[in-house]
């Protein structure tokens, strides 16, 4: 061990007439671990937020929208093949997407209305259950058999508002109608729900139904035609370059937004609450550095004689100032792992047990989310070590600038 880090561990055990020295030490490792397991434990909770939320997101709505420029397209099985074969891609499948009214003998609501293929819609729409898309499609062929209605999944909210049940039947009425001797009469068809969905996330549980591809074909009159392509892919991060590609491969005037682009304010919004979340709690750790800072001046106040002794015997002005910079960075070092600590055992006591709950009515979930990144912690050790070196190197440089024949003669 060299002189420098065995005189500066010397310094850190202090002796009993310096305990208000040791009090100050003792309050600045106290105050560095504070800040460090409370920017660890928020920007956990913000992390937990926003991976929820993206899951939820990407649930119901694909990674990749292919829709063709101001019109629908009927060449979407040789499109949706192509897409298929796309390295990267794990699934694509067509849709349909207009606004209805929904009417049930208990109420009306508004509806956003998404035609689906069943036989594919499930490995893109995460959220739709095997065993809805089975009824659909069953109902779907029943129907050309027999006079059954076709098959609707709606979202939990929705059918709720509507006062439905799986089995129960409700009217669509669509605005693609048709002009008759009295006037311009709206589109309805009656259909029977085939099943219920849940995303988590009111804005999709009241607003949501699906119905089979070809069925929302015929009420909106539209031929053999679809409105675009949803696709689903590998990694998602991935999903603007692939995105890209389609584009490139098909040509004008087919166009793409991967999910990204579509949630481009919300993901935004989310990653400036957290970066500006990161820069309040540093400061927490700035104040913890001040303290160090006063701790090294009144260390060097009252080890003004030994500096000068040190000084005489021959140390250089950097092998003091490697003396202070030394107990500071002891004593950042012990506050930042003792707050990592902390910070991880409450991220894993808050993720395990759930004891705080949120209000329904307010939040889309009602649980705290934590989701604990290993950068994360590491850019915030990073920064209250950085934080606390700055705050030696003052006191540091005071040390070593000591004339030590003043401070012999005077000290």
Request: proline share 2%.
């Amino acid at each position: 061990m060299s002189f420098e880090y065995f005189i500066g561990g010397r310094y850190l055990r202090s002796k009993q007439k310096e305990t208000f020295l040791s009090l100050i030490t003792f309050l600045s490792v106290a105050g560095v671990a504070v800040g460090v397991m409370a920017l660890i434990v928020v920007i956990a909770v913000m992390a937990g937020f926003e991976a929820d939320l993206k899951s939820r997101i990407l649930g119901v709505e694909s990674h990749v929208v292919l829709m063709r420029h101001g019109e629908s397209f009927s060449d979407y099985q040789s499109v949706s093949k192509y897409v298929n074969k796309l390295e990267g891609v794990e699934a694509a499948t067509p849709f349909i997407y207009t606004q209805v009214m929904l009417r049930s003998s208990s109420g009306v609501a508004g509806a956003v209305l998404r035609g689906i293929d069943p036989q594919s819609a499930g490995r893109v729409i995460k959220i739709l259950k095997s065993d809805s898309l089975q009824n659909l499609d069953k109902m779907h062929k029943e129907k050309g058999v027999t006079a059954s209605m076709p098959g609707i999944i709606l979202g939990r909210e929705l059918s709720r508002s509507l006062g439905v049940i799986i089995g129960d039947a409700v009217a669509l009425i669509s605005s693609r109608g048709m002009i008759s001797p009295v006037g311009y009469l709206p589109a309805m068809k009656r259909f029977k729900v085939a099943g219920i969905f849940e995303a988590g996330m009111h804005e999709y549980d009241s607003s949501l139904a699906y119905v089979h591809l070809q069925d929302a074909q015929k009420i909106l009159r539209m031929s053999d035609a679809v409105t675009g392509i949803e696709v689903r892919v590998n990694d998602i991060y991935q999903a603007k370059k692939i995105a890209e590609k389609i584009v490139a491969g098909l040509g004008f005037p087919y166009w793409a937004r991967d999910w990204m682009q579509m949630n481009h304010n919300l993901f935004s919004a989310l990653k400036l609450e957290k970066t500006v979340m990161f820069i309040i709690l540093v400061l927490i750790v700035l104040v913890a550095a001040f303290n160090i800072a006063s701790t090294l001046i009144m260390m060097v106040m009252g080890k003004t004689k030994d500096i000068a002794i040190l000084k005489a015997m021959g140390s250089t002005d950097k092998s003091i100032r490697k003396i202070f910079i030394f107990n500071g960075m002891i004593i950042g070092s012990v506050g930042t792992a003792l707050g990592i600590c902390l910070g991880i055992f409450l991220c894993k006591i808050l993720e395990k047990y759930k004891f705080i709950e949120l209000p329904g009515d307010v939040y889309y979930i009602t649980t705290l989310p934590v989701r604990l990144e290993s950068l994360d912690v590491f850019m915030i050790a990073a920064a209250a070590i950085v934080i606390c070196f700055l705050a030696t190197l003052y006191p540091a440089h005071q040390a070593s600038k000591l004339n030590p024949v003043e401070a012999i003669r005077y000290g």
